[in-house]
């Protein structure tokens, strides 16, 4: 258990401070020049034997030397805590040191040393500076809204809440915390705004998931800058809406605003979900020619795109090319994740053991990836073995998504009973996501009666959850039961709630077309439709037999059929097959899982056609390359 802080206390001044003499300057200009701890503390010792440590302005400078801003120190622990002894043993410290020590600790013993200053009459009087300063270190990790409520008082007692400083602080302040009504009142009576003002309480919007308010708050700036149009973005990215970010950042580069590191990390974020190849490549362009700094997110950004976008070689030269050995955990853990989803089971487990003996600690989001790896490769012993090492070995409690990693490992596996076996000793309360990745595995391997039991525990939980009974409805279907499934879509039906449809979408010429089930919105839909009765010929003749069991409805076999050649991901290949050149690879992005008839008809399209379709779900990545995929038909 950490200790508490000390109170502050301040010794007074005996005698008059010395004044400073011609070779005094020298002494100070020393800390300038000092590389560690170790050399400030010499200096220290030649200012106190010359007798400069009874006059306020060394202890400031040597404060400011210790704690610069932004720190700059290895051990910032061991400079914030000489930098305390410093400011101890100062006799009338003056404001200046006051708000440095304030700044530098941003915790509680920031409040014990701002109310040493309310006690004491000699202390000097708080300013704009020392308010900010505080109000920044009640964040939600920090002191807390209480506390913070408390500085807020002191800033309208001494009329230093209309200052722009403070009113700026109390209004990112109270937007970390959640409480954005607050923050846009402090906003409406602010007689004094400026660019910080827009972007705090913007910022403020975009952290409560609000991204309309947020918009039309950016729509009415008088003016804007990096920070602005990369808070608006990533409030997009942040809510699932990826092409209004994109649109947003080519708004972006019209206006004339240079992009930074965040602004492209984003941006990233954006191209990676929409499958957006070629703009992600720009980007990847505009880094080198711009000489952005490559910092860990930006790269760990680049290495997520490549993979997200299918092109997991290229994730590997941009990791090889240019992580370091020094690198953080957050670039290993993207390229493992990209080796998990593309199926590259061996690759992913291989860098994970590379990654450890460069010394590098591998954390929660590590193992997610492995465990992920383990699955799609069917790898039991080896998921059993990473998952145990993550207490035993690493130190890492396991969470409930590592815990639901090894329930879709096992029951995807067939080992459904001891997948319900994990769930019931874990260490925390199963959720629905833990329960459902059980029901998926009883649908896979047709255990109609664990599923029939987990979807009443379900229910329980949350009778609501429509993916959850819409997947127990097509386990009744698959067995038959078509009464069974029907009261289940029903009961969705008198709820309320509608399932997601199945959506495919594609990226032609920095344009997104999106697919739905039997979708006829598109331009281009005679054409479309057209195709796909030539292909379904072409598809027959090379043996291709639909998997009628897809269609969970008690229809007619011809009506099934009909029903499986309108998928949406079967359109959003069709589109492409008119739309591109010959052997250009088809890149398509679906929100659910592709399912077993779709994907023995990719396999069929890719060698008719002689085309790379590479295909992500909701789980994985797919493939197809010459009548094969590369999950070998485990997904």
């Given at each position: 258990?950490?200790a508490?802080?000390?109170?502050?206390?301040?010794p007074?001044?005996a005698t008059?401070?010395?004044?400073?003499s011609?070779h005094?300057?020298?002494?100070?200009?020393?800390?300038?020049?000092?590389k560690s701890l170790?050399?400030?503390?010499?200096?220290?010792?030649?200012?106190?034997?010359a007798?400069?440590?009874?006059h306020?302005?060394?202890?400031s400078?040597l404060?400011?030397?210790l704690?610069?801003?932004?720190?700059?120190?290895?051990?910032t622990?061991?400079f914030?805590s000489?930098?305390d002894?410093?400011?101890?043993?100062?006799?009338?410290?003056?404001?200046?040191?006051y708000?440095?020590?304030?700044?530098?600790h941003?915790?509680?013993?920031?409040?014990?040393?701002?109310?040493?200053?309310l006690?004491?009459p000699?202390?000097?009087?708080?300013?704009?500076?020392?308010?900010?300063?505080l109000?920044?270190a009640c964040?939600?990790?920090?002191?807390g809204?209480a506390?913070?409520?408390?500085?807020?008082?002191?800033a309208?007692?001494?009329g230093?809440?209309?200052?722009?400083?403070?009113?700026?602080?109390?209004?990112?302040?109270?937007?970390?915390?959640?409480s954005?009504?607050?923050?846009?009142?402090?906003?409406?009576?602010?007689?004094?705004?400026?660019?910080?003002?827009?972007n705090?309480?913007m910022?403020?919007?975009?952290?409560?998931?609000?991204?309309?308010?947020?918009?039309?708050?950016?729509?009415?700036m008088?003016e804007?800058?990096?920070?602005?149009w990369?808070?608006?973005?990533?409030g997009?990215v942040?809510?699932?809406c990826?092409v209004?970010?994109?649109e947003?950042?080519?708004?972006?580069?019209?206006?004339?605003?240079r992009?930074?590191?965040?602004t492209?990390?984003t941006v990233?974020?954006?191209?990676?979900?929409?499958?957006?190849l070629?703009?992600?490549?720009?980007?990847?362009m505009?880094?080198r020619?711009?000489?952005?700094?490559m910092?860990?997110?930006?790269?760990?950004?680049?290495?997520?795109?490549y993979?997200?976008?299918g092109?997991?070689?290229?994730?590997?030269?941009?990791?090889?090319?240019?992580?370091?050995?020094?690198?953080?955990?957050r670039?290993?853990n993207?390229?493992i994740?990209?080796?998990?989803?593309?199926?590259?089971?061996?690759d992913?487990?291989?860098?994970?053991?590379?990654?450890?003996a460069?010394?590098?600690?591998?954390?929660?989001?590590?193992?997610?990836?492995?465990l992920?790896a383990?699955?799609?490769g069917?790898?039991v012993?080896?998921?059993?073995?990473?998952?145990?090492?993550?207490r035993?070995?690493?130190?890492?409690?396991?969470?409930?998504e590592h815990?639901?990693?090894?329930?879709?490992?096992?029951?995807?596996s067939g080992?459904?009973?001891?997948?319900?076996?994990?769930?019931?000793?874990m260490?925390?309360?199963?959720?629905i996501?833990?329960?459902?990745?059980?029901?998926?595995?009883?649908?896979?391997?047709?255990?109609?009666e664990?599923?029939?039991?987990?979807?009443k525990i379900?229910?329980?939980?949350?009778?609501?959850h429509?993916?959850?009974?819409?997947?127990?409805?097509?386990?009744?279907?698959?067995?038959?039961?078509?009464?069974?499934?029907?009261?289940?879509?029903?009961?969705?039906?008198?709820g309320?709630?509608r399932?997601?449809?199945?959506c495919s979408?594609i990226?032609?010429?920095?344009?997104f077309?999106?697919?739905?089930v039997?979708?006829?919105s598109?331009?281009?839909?005679?054409?479309?439709?057209?195709?796909?009765?030539?292909?379904s010929?072409?598809?027959?003749?090379?043996?291709?037999?639909?998997e009628?069991?897809?269609?969970?409805?008690?229809?007619?076999?011809e009506?099934?059929e009909?029903?499986?050649?309108?998928h949406s991901?079967k359109?959003?290949?069709a589109?492409?097959?008119?739309n591109?050149?010959?052997?250009?690879?088809?890149?398509?992005?679906?929100n659910?899982?592709?399912c077993s008839?779709?994907?023995?008809a990719?396999?069929?399209?890719?060698?008719i056609?002689?085309?790379?379709?590479?295909?992500?779900?909701?789980?994985?990545?797919?493939?197809?390359?010459?009548g094969?995929?590369?999950?070998k038909?485990y997904?």
């Amino acid at each position: 258990m950490a200790a508490m802080p000390q109170p502050f206390s301040v010794p007074k001044a005996a005698t008059p401070p010395p004044s400073i003499s011609s070779h005094h300057p020298i002494l100070l200009l020393l800390l300038n020049s000092c590389k560690s701890l170790h050399q400030i503390k010499k200096v220290h010792a030649k200012l106190i034997t010359a007798g400069l440590f009874l006059h306020p302005f060394p202890p400031s400078k040597l404060l400011q030397v210790l704690l610069p801003s932004p720190p700059s120190a290895s051990d910032t622990s061991a400079f914030l805590s000489y930098a305390d002894l410093v400011f101890r043993h100062s006799p009338s410290p003056p404001l200046f040191s006051y708000n440095t020590l304030i700044k530098a600790h941003s915790s509680p013993a920031s409040l014990l040393l701002f109310r040493s200053m309310l006690r004491d009459p000699a202390a000097p009087t708080p300013n704009q500076y020392t308010l900010a300063f505080l109000l920044a270190a009640c964040a939600p990790r920090g002191l807390g809204l209480a506390e913070a409520e408390q500085v807020r008082v002191h800033a309208l007692k001494r009329g230093l809440e209309t200052n722009v400083f403070v009113s700026n602080v109390v209004i990112r302040m109270y937007g970390s915390f959640g409480s954005v009504h607050d923050a846009q009142k402090v906003f409406d009576v602010s007689t004094q705004r400026d660019l910080f003002s827009w972007n705090s309480l913007m910022g403020a919007y975009v952290g409560s998931g609000n991204v309309d308010r947020a918009r039309k708050l950016f729509d009415e700036m008088p003016e804007k800058d990096v920070v602005s149009w990369s808070t608006i973005i990533a409030g997009y990215v942040q809510v699932g809406c990826f092409v209004e970010a994109m649109e947003l950042f080519r708004y972006m580069q019209h206006a004339g605003a240079r992009p930074n590191e965040f602004t492209l990390t984003t941006v990233l974020a954006a191209c990676a979900n929409l499958v957006a190849l070629d703009q992600g490549k720009w980007i990847h362009m505009y880094i080198r020619r711009a000489n952005v700094e490559m910092n860990e997110r930006l790269l760990a950004g680049l290495i997520d795109m490549y993979a997200k976008c299918g092109e997991v070689e290229s994730a590997c030269e941009v990791f090889n090319a240019e992580h370091s050995p020094r690198s953080t955990t957050r670039t290993w853990n993207a390229m493992i994740n990209g080796f998990a989803i593309h199926g590259r089971t061996g690759d992913a487990i291989d860098l994970f053991e590379r990654m450890k003996a460069a010394g590098i600690d591998p954390d929660k989001v590590t193992f997610v990836s492995l465990l992920n790896a383990c699955s799609h490769g069917r790898l039991v012993e080896q998921g059993k073995h990473y998952f145990n090492s993550m207490r035993t070995i690493h130190g890492i409690d396991p969470e409930i998504e590592h815990y639901g990693c090894m329930v879709d490992l096992l029951g995807r596996s067939g080992m459904v009973k001891e997948a319900e076996e994990m769930i019931l000793k874990m260490d925390m309360a199963p959720d629905i996501a833990i329960w459902g990745a059980l029901l998926g595995a009883c649908r896979i391997h047709g255990d109609i009666e664990m599923g029939n039991r987990i979807g009443k525990i379900i229910n329980k939980l949350e009778p609501s959850h429509v993916g959850c009974n819409v997947l127990l409805a097509n386990i009744y279907s698959g067995s038959r039961r078509w009464d069974d499934a029907k009261d289940i879509r029903k009961s969705i039906e008198i709820g309320g709630v509608r399932k997601i449809p199945g959506c495919s979408s594609i990226e032609l010429n920095g344009m997104f077309h999106q697919f739905l089930v039997g979708d006829r919105s598109h331009p281009q839909t005679k054409q479309i439709y057209s195709f796909l009765d030539e292909m379904s010929i072409k598809l027959k003749l090379a043996g291709y037999s639909p998997e009628v069991g897809e269609v969970m409805l008690d229809i007619y076999e011809e009506d099934k059929e009909t029903a499986l050649s309108i998928h949406s991901e079967k359109l959003a290949i069709a589109f492409a097959l008119i739309n591109t050149k010959p052997e250009t690879p088809i890149r398509i992005v679906k929100n659910l899982r592709v399912c077993s008839d779709c994907h023995v008809a990719t396999k069929f399209i890719s060698k008719i056609y002689r085309r790379e379709i590479i295909v992500r779900d909701r789980i994985r990545f797919h493939h197809f390359k010459d009548g094969i995929c590369s999950c070998k038909d485990y997904w």
